[in-house]
Nanobody, 124 residues
Framework: QVQLVESGGGLVQAGGSLRLSCAAS????????MGWFRQAPGKEREFVAS????????YYADSVKGRFTISRDNAKNTVLLQMNSLKPEDTAVYYC?????????????????WGQGTQVTVSS
């Protein structure tokens, strides 16, 4: 199983940017679909973005489309989430997840491995 560690979270003002990183160990990420999910206090975990394991097709939640970009750097065994034009409603703990040879679905249960999460707080 792959181990995942997120980093890059923090406090930012509305309209600002952050870049989250998900570093993997134990397995190469090139064989995994990768997803980013987030969970705000009192809310369920929700899909943010994903990228397929082979074709690198990307998918986004409507709420982040045009503002967030998911990408992978197989040489560094890392997946990134570039977040621009941040809004207070983007405040949440962000998790990366891996699905071995998966399609990169929006369903959290499809993913095999999860990181511990990184806090993103956007002030108004």
């Amino acid at each position: 199983q792959v181990q995942l560690v997120e980093s890059g979270g923090g406090l930012v003002q509305a309209g600002g940017s952050l870049r989250l990183s998900c570093a993997a160990s134990g397995r190469t990420l090139s064989s995994y679909a990768m997803g980013w999910f987030r969970q705000a206090p009192g809310k369920e975990r929700e899909f943010v973005a994903s990228i397929r394991w082979r074709a690198s097709n990307t998918y986004y939640a409507d709420s982040v489309k045009g503002r967030f970009t998911i990408s992978r750097d197989n040489a560094k065994n890392t997946v990134l989430l570039q977040m621009n034009s941040l809004k207070p409603e983007d405040t949440a703990v962000y998790y990366c997840a891996a699905d071995y040879r998966g399609p990169g679905t929006v369903v959290a249960a499809s993913y095999d491995s999860w990181g511990q999460g990184t806090q993103v707080t956007v002030s108004s």
